[in-house]
């Protein structure tokens, strides 16, 4: 048994200590930093759900879907409160103090579309294609957005018979991570911006409209959609809700997903009117936020459209990232 430690009361669910990744993660180098985290989780017995309790428990919130890009080397802690969270963390899986902070590496270069500290990009980082929406998105109370797991999204876009888009129908089902969640900010951007009205939100019961920002020179508009009542630490909710296009209505060629969070699983249909198919579908998923990485599309992969009209592309554990389908017209 590992001695105790000031702080730390085990508790009937606690895992036995790890026998192998304390060695790795003891500051050798024997390992890099996400593979001896990702030893010691799995030595630990532990879920990311039950260490991410744990961490809160002791007043160092981190999000699963964090550990989980920690784990995997795409994001390391570099923050002072992911520093913080680490230590805890190392206690939580029963590791010698410094153990995991010993193995990170230099500090990532930093630059507008790389995320903050190892973690991931705010809400107006990463719709700021062009310019930045900093002050335009500062009317919008964002405080709850780190707050909210993204455990599921399904995304529909309905395209008509004359090619255009008609709506966009979102559902989401968020999960609070701290006391008090009562809004989530949901934004929508038009392919280009054009003459005309912007695109409206239409909400289901029991959500109710918060404030509505709209920038017509970025064709974008954002708006509050608030809970009918604040969710406790744990707690779920699903979100629904429609973008409604007014004329004149774009014709597109592409639906777009930004990501900005890590989601555990996004799905993104398409549905055509069944008189004007398009002759080719693609799906495509960045590497990154880039607006750079757009033109080269990667992951591309070609869909069929099935007998209803629709293609759809399924990302799991996607993030920061877009996630798209495009279509060639006949």
């Not at 294609?129 to 500062?138: I, K, M, Q, V, W």
């Not at 693609?282 to 590497?287: E, K």
């Not at 799991?316 to 996630?323: E, I, N, Y």
Request: charge should be positive; proline fraction near 10%; glycine fraction near 8%.
């Amino acid at each position: 048994m590992a001695p105790s430690r000031p702080g730390y009361a085990p508790g009937p669910d606690d895992a036995p200590p790890p026998t192998g990744p304390e060695d790795s993660a003891s500051g050798t180098g024997a390992m890099p930093f996400h593979e001896a985290l990702r030893a010691a989780i799995a030595a630990s017995g532990l879920s990311l759900d039950r260490i991410q309790d744990r961490l809160l428990r002791r007043g160092t919130p981190v999000a699963s879907a964090t550990l989980s890009s920690w784990q995997s080397g795409r994001y390391q802690p570099e923050r002072q409160r992911s520093l913080a969270a680490l230590a805890v963390l190392e206690d939580v899986l029963r590791l010698p103090p410094g153990a995991l902070a010993g193995l990170l590496g230099p500090p990532r270069p930093r630059g507008r579309w790389l995320p903050p500290d190892g973690d991931h990009p705010d809400l107006a980082r990463a719709w700021s294609d062009h310019h930045d929406l900093t002050a335009a998105l500062a009317a919008l109370d964002t405080r709850w957005d780190d707050s909210l797991t993204r455990l599921s999204c399904h995304n529909r876009v309905d395209v008509d018979a004359d090619r255009r888009v008609r709506s966009m129908t979102s559902r989401r089902v968020l999960r609070a991570e701290a006391d008090g969640a009562d809004r989530w900010i949901a934004v929508y951007r038009l392919d280009a911006p054009g003459p005309g009205p912007l695109p409206r939100f239409r909400l289901a019961a029991p959500a109710r409209l918060g404030t509505v920002v709209e920038i017509p020179e970025e064709g974008l508009v954002a708006a509050e959609l608030l809970f009918d009542s604040p969710l406790a630490r744990g707690e779920t909710v699903i979100v629904d809700y429609t973008v409604e296009h007014r004329d004149p209505r774009p014709c597109s060629q592409r639906a777009e997903t930004t990501i900005h969070v890590p989601m555990r699983e996004h799905l993104l249909e398409v549905r055509f009117a069944k008189e004007c198919l398009p002759r080719t579908c693609y799906s495509f998923r960045t590497n990154s936020l880039d607006p750079r990485h757009r033109a080269g599309r990667p992951r591309e992969q070609r869909l069929r459209v099935d007998a209803s009209g629709s293609v759809h592309a399924v990302a799991l554990g996607a993030g920061p990232c877009r996630v798209g389908i495009r279509w060639v017209w006949g």
